[in-house]
């Protein structure tokens, strides 16, 4: 199963100059590490499927300019991403016929 990934905006002014580049999406294990490399989203709207292995992620999402320098603060949010329901062999019955 995969999980589509929205990021949600809101315009916000910054100085004359400023070269908006995208939104920054990174995802981290439970451990830090990033579970797959950060990815630029450039263009509205801001969304990312990706097939996260079962486990525990933060997303983190920043605005950044085209210096990879942040843009305001960013935004986090927790993940936990269920596995899939297998269907396992309980029993055995035998019948005589």
């Known amino acids: 199963m995969s999980e ?4 949600t905006t809101e315009a916000t002014a910054f100085p004359k100059g400023t070269q908006f580049a995208g939104q920054r999406l990174t995802i981290l294990k439970s451990d830090g590490s990033e579970a797959v490399p950060a990815v630029i989203l450039a263009n509205a709207p801001y ?7 079962a486990g525990a992620y933060t997303l983190i999402a920043q605005a950044i300019d085209t210096n990879g320098a942040a843009l305001g603060e960013p935004v986090t949010t927790a993940l936990t991403v269920e596995g899939v329901m297998v269907d396992l062999p309980q029993s055995i019955t035998v019948a005589t016929v």
Request: proline letters at 9%; hydrophobic letters at 35%; charged letters at 35%.
């Open 4 to 7: 589509k990934i929205t990021i």
């Open 47 to 53: 969304e990312v499927t990706d097939d996260l292995p």
